[in-house]
């Protein structure tokens, strides 16, 4: 069995350091680490675990189609490591929720943790939250709760407005007899849709090709009003 954990071994130092979240929010913001802002969580630690761009979320959908929560999975056993990076996961209140991604056939699973994040709106002065929505603007950070969102506003001695949000899926981990690279997954994902759309479309190509067929006949039935536009439409 061969395992592969996405976390951050570069952020394990910071991980095991920060004692205080707020303090660590609260230097960063002083600073102005805009960036570094983006990773904190409601959670004891940054956030190390990679971002699934839509493209990965793609691949590994059609090769993992179904998902599950991980208390429920029951397809193979769970290796040891997978458990203690959940559990890592989960003491640390990273994830609103934590998928096993598999084949029925091949399951080859991936563990995938969802966050949604909260962007908060806030106005600058008074004067300008008087004005209500007309005037306000985002802070371009990324929070897990409402709350966390707010405390930020406030901390940058602004007036909290409001927030809109984003779910975001990470990588945990995964596991398998073998695990392919990336290039290799990603041809057998394209493998596995031409198996599933080619023929459909060739089955649709059939049908219009039926209807391309008998179109003189539909179409006289039309025109001697035996059937309605809305039938000859419906061969379309």
Known sequence: MTIQSFRNAELDNVILEIGDQDEWKQLAAEMGLNKQMEFVQAAKSPLPYPYMNQSMQNIFATLCPTKIDFKEYSKTPMPLEVMRELAFCKSENYFSEIKIWYDDKTPDPIAVGTCTRYAATYYKTEEDKAKGSFYRESTGYDFTSREQAKDYVETMGLFYSDVYTQTNQYLIARWADELRPMDELKKLALERLQDKYVSEWNKAIKEL????????????????????????????
């Open 209 to 236: 090709q039926a209807k391309i067929n008998t179109a003189s006949e539909t179409l006289n039935l039309f025109l001697i009003g035996e059937i309605s536009e809305w039938d000859l439409r419906k061969n379309l």
